[in-house]
C-alpha cells in the first residue's frame, strides 16, 4: 500500500520513486509490467502530474523502467544471478500479470498481493525472512550521473512542446540527415559564444546521443585510415567497446598523467578521445596548459583529438576554459557535445563539429545516413535556447550544484574525519573521495552495497592503503544528503 506522507521532509516524488523502486527489485513489479499513466496515477493519488513524472524519469534514468510513445512506461528486467531469485517460491509468478498494469484504489494504495505495505521497503522483509537471495536494495544512489530531478523544470519544457505541436507538418518527415537547420542555428552561436568553439550552422552535426555520435566518428576515421586510438579512463565504457567493434587498436590513458605526451608516442597512437571538461577524482578538470600540449602534440604527428565535452556546461568556479577546438590553429579536432547533465538525459541529443578533412568525406557518404534523433526534441531544444530558457537552466544548474556539492564534500569529511578525504569538484556531478583502508576495491563496495549505498570505485588506480571513489551528488535530493552520508560513514566505519 502506497502511503504518502504529505507532512514528510522527503519530497512526493522521491517517496512514489523509493515505493516502486523498493517493488520492482523484489521482484514484485515483474519485467513487463506496465505502471499506470502520469495522468492516471497523478488523478489516484492527488499529486500533480509533474510529481508523478519526476519519479518516473528518475526511475527510467536508472533503468528500472521505459517509456513507450503513447503507452505507460514497462518495467525492465534487473540483472539476476541464476534463473530468477525467486526460484522455488510458490506464488510469486501470479503477483502480477505482463498483460495487466498496477492498478491504485479510491483510498491511494496499491495492493501488492503480500499484503498491504505501509512503507517501501514492507514485503521485502518477508521476503527475506523466507531466505531468499534477494539484491541489496539500493535506497542512496552515488553511483549514478543521473539528472538531480529537483534541477529542471518541466513546466517550462512542456509549453516550448506545445509551441512545435502546433507545426504538424514539420513532425511528418524523418528531418535533415544533418539535424534540424533552427537547432544547428542555435548551438552555432551558443558555442561560439560560451565555448569559443569555431563553428557555423552548416558545420554541425546532431544525433540521437553520444553512442550514435562516436559510431559516426568511428567510421569516418576507419576511411581516413586510422587505426589506434587512445582513449581516456573516464570516459563511458561503451566508447571503448565502439572502437574496438570497428576494428581499432584501444589504448587506455590517463589524460591528468605527467607521461600523457611521452605514453601517446610511444604507442603511436593516432586519434585520442579526450574529457577535457570532466573532472578528474580531485574535482580538476584539464589545465590550459595540458590543452595546448595535447595541441602541439597533435600537430605535431598530425593526429586527431576527439574532445568530449559533455559537462562542460557545469563548471562552478571562474569562466569555463576554452574548448581544445577553440583553442586549436590546425583542424585536427573533432568536438562532441550533449545537454544531457543539463536537461534530462531521456532527451536523446547530442552534436558535433568536424575539422574539414573529415567534413568532406561526411559530405560524400551524407545520404547514406538517416537522422536518429527526433526531430520534435530537436525543435523544442530549439525554441527552448531561441527563448533563453538554456542559459536560464545552466545558471540555475551551476548554483544548485555549487551549493550542494559543498554540502557533501563538507559532511563527508565531517562523517569520516580522518579516514577518508574528499575533494571539491571545479565541474561535473562526482565528488572523489579517497577512502584509507585495508579493505580492497571489492569488499569496500559490497560494503556499501549491503548498507543501501551505492557508489563508483575507481578500479584503475591502484594506491596501497587507499581506495579511490566517485560519489554523485545528482540523483539524491539535497534534503537526503546527510542521511546518506550517515549510512555510507557507519558502513565503513573502521574498515
Known amino acids: 500500500m502506497l502511503v504518502l506522507e504529505r507532512s514528510s521532509a522527503t519530497p512526493l516524488y522521491e ?43 528518475q526511475l527510467a534514468a536508472e533503468g528500472y523502467i521505459k517509456a513507450h510513445d503513447r503507452s505507460p512506461y514497462e518495467v525492465l528486467a534487473l540483472p539476476l544471478t541464476g534463473d530468477t531469485i525467486f526460484a522455488g517460491v510458490s506464488g510469486v509468478d501470479s503477483l502480477f500479470q505482463k498483460s ?72 511528418l518527415a ?73 576494428g581499432f587498436t584501444v589504448v587506455t590513458i590517463d589524460q591528468h598523467s605527467e607521461s600523457l605526451i611521452a605514453d601517446l608516442m610511444r604507442a603511436n597512437v593516432q586519434a585520442l578521445y579526450c574529457t577535457p571538461s570532466h573532472g578528474d577524482r580531485q574535482g580538476r578538470v ?42 586549436a590553429r590546425e583542424e585536427h579536432v573533432i568536438y562532441l557535445g550533449t545537454p544531457s547533465k543539463v536537461l534530462p538525459p531521456s532527451i536523446r541529443i547530442s552534436y558535433m563539429v568536424l575539422p574539414p578533412s573529415l567534413w568532406n568525406d561526411f559530405l560524400m557518404y551524407r545520404s547514406s545516413y538517416r537522422q536518429s534523433a527526433s526531430v520534435m526534441e530537436q525543435l523544442v531544444w530549439a525554441r527552448y535556447m531561441a527563448a533563453g530558457e538554456w ?21 563527508l569529511q565531517l562523517a569520516f574525519g580522518d579516514q577518508a578525504k574528499a575533494y571539491l569538484p571545479e565541474g561535473g556531478v562526482y565528488i572523489g573521495l579517497s577512502v584509507y583502508t585495508l579493505l580492497g576495491a571489492d569488499d569496500l563496495l559490497a560494503k556499501a552495497r549491503q548498507a543501501g549505498c551505492d557508489v563508483r570505485i575507481e578500479a584503475d588506480i591502484a594506491t596501497e592503503g587507499e581506495v579511490h571513489c566517485l560519489l554523485s551528488f545528482s540523483a539524491i535530493p539535497t534534503a537526503k544528503l546527510h542521511a546518506a552520508v550517515t549510512r555510507l560513514a557507519a558502513a565503513w566505519k573502521g574498515v
Open 15 to 57: 517517496q512514489i520513486y523509493q515505493y516502486i523502486k523498493a517493488r520492482i527489485e523484489a521482484g514484485q513489479y515483474e519485467a513487463g509490467t506496465r505502471l499506470p499513466s502520469v495522468r492516471s496515477l497523478a488523478g489516484e493519488i492527488g499529486v500533480s502530474k509533474i510529481t508523478v513524472e519526476q519519479a518516473y524519469l
Open 391 to 411: 542559459s536560464k537552466q545552466i545558471r540555475r544548474l551551476r548554483k544548485h550544484y555549487a551549493d550542494k556539492s559543498k554540502q557533501l564534500v563538507s559532511q
Open 174 to 246: 524523418y528531418g535533415d540527415p544533418q539535424g534540424e537547420l533552427e537547432l544547428r542555428l542555435q548551438l552555432a552561436q551558443y558555442l561560439n559564444t560560451a565555448r569559443a568553439v569555431r563553428t557555423t550552422a552548416e558545420q554541425i552535426i546532431i544525433g540521437s546521443g553520444t553512442q550514435a555520435m562516436v559510431m559516426m566518428i568511428a567510421a569516418l576515421l576507419k576511411r581516413a585510415h586510422i587505426t589506434t586510438v587512445a582513449i581516456d579512463h573516464s570516459a563511458l565504457i561503451g566508447v571503448t567497446h565502439i572502437f574496438k567493434d570497428y
Open 286 to 327: 584539464m589545465s590550459a596548459g595540458r590543452r595546448k600540449e595535447l595541441l602541439q602534440w597533435s600537430k605535431a604527428v598530425g593526429s586527431y583529438l576527439i574532445e568530449d565535452d559533455y559537462d562542460s556546461e557545469l563548471r562552478y568556479y571562474g569562466r569555463p576554459i576554452s574548448s581544445l577546438q577553440g583553442l
Open 100 to 171: 495487466r498494469a498496477v492498478k491504485l484504489d479510491e483510498s491511494v494504495t496499491v495492493e501488492t498481493g503480500l499484503g498491504k505495505a505501509l512503507s517501501p521497503f514492507a514485503g521485502a522483509d518477508s521476503l527475506m525472512a523466507s531466505n531468499v537471495a534477494v539484491k541489496p536494495v539500493i535506497e542512496y544512489n552515488f553511483a549514478t550521473g543521473a539528472m538531480d530531478p529537483e534541477g529542471f523544470d518541466y513546466t517550462r519544457w512542456k509549453r516550448y512542446i506545445g509551441y512545435v505541436l502546433r507545426e504538424p507538418e514539420r513532425l
